[in-house]
């Protein structure tokens, strides 16, 4: 069956650190794969997009991987600040799905002082 | 611009009544989606419109449906209404040609079932 797991524990990392979110599917196969960041009652915010063909994406304090072999991606942000305090979500879209994402069920980061 | 907007943003029913939801996409969007996310998972994939035809459906029950207008808002409908469809109901939008992949979530509503 196809999944798509991130790490359904709550991560809590300390103010300065690097966190390190993980999504791993299977029976997939990926056009595209996305991170959305969600605070509570508020729809998913969109912050990178890494293509089948790609290994990593940096955007400012965030960096994305892309394992098509593990059928992983990893997320990070460095130098974490209490702000980054949220749920995040990796979503795939798979070759010829059109735009339509499959999403994990998120990992909620809580950055601490 | 102004981000997606869905309107209501809280709704109360009773089991067996019907819904309609809204959604206006960003400006310049042409393509609509709508997802479910029930308390503690990641939202699920109902529908996808784009320039008002349907182009994809998620494995939920025809009691639900949608549809795009001629200024690209949309409507989701449920009917009969079961407890298990409670759950905040997202819209997204995205533009057309490059950057077609990022969708912009609405806020949701928030529909509550008792």
């Known amino acids: 069956s196809q999944k798509i797991e991130q790490n359904s524990e709550a991560l809590n990392i300390q103010e300065g650190k690097t966190a390190t979110l993980t999504c791993n599917y299977t029976?997939?196969?990926?056009?595209?794969l996305q991170w959305y960041r969600q605070d509570p009652g508020r729809g998913p915010v969109f912050l990178l997009l890494?293509?089948?063909?790609?290994k990593e994406k940096r955007k400012e304090r965030l960096k994305v991987t892309f394992d098509t072999t593990l059928k992983q991606s990893l997320f990070h942000i460095t130098a974490s600040q209490p702000a980054d305090s949220a749920t995040y979500l990796c979503a795939l879209a798979e070759r010829g799905g059109g735009n339509k994402l499959t999403f994990g069920t998120g990992t909620q980061l809580k950055v601490e002082l | 611009d102004a981000g997606v907007t869905q309107s209501p943003t809280h709704l109360i029913k009773t089991r067996g009544q019907q819904v309609t939801l809204r959604c206006s996409p960003i400006?310049?969007?042409?393509?609509v989606s709508w997802y479910q996310q029930v308390l503690g998972q990641g939202p699920q994939f109902i529908f996808q419109y784009y320039e008002k035809e349907e182009r994809g459906r998620g494995n939920f029950p025809d009691r639900f449906s949608a549809r795009q207008f001629p200024n690209y808002s949309s409507e989701l409908n449920v009917n009969a209404l079961l407890l298990g469809d409670s759950a905040l109901y997202l819209c997204?939008?995205?533009?057309?040609?490059?950057?077609?992949?990022?969708?912009?979530f609405g806020p949701g509503t928030r529909l509550l079932v008792l």
């Open positions: 029976n997939y196969s990926p056009a595209y």
């Open positions: 890494i293509r089948e063909n790609e």
């Open positions: 997204a939008s995205s533009r057309p040609g490059r950057g077609k992949e990022t969708q912009y």
């Open positions: 400006s310049g969007h042409k393509s």
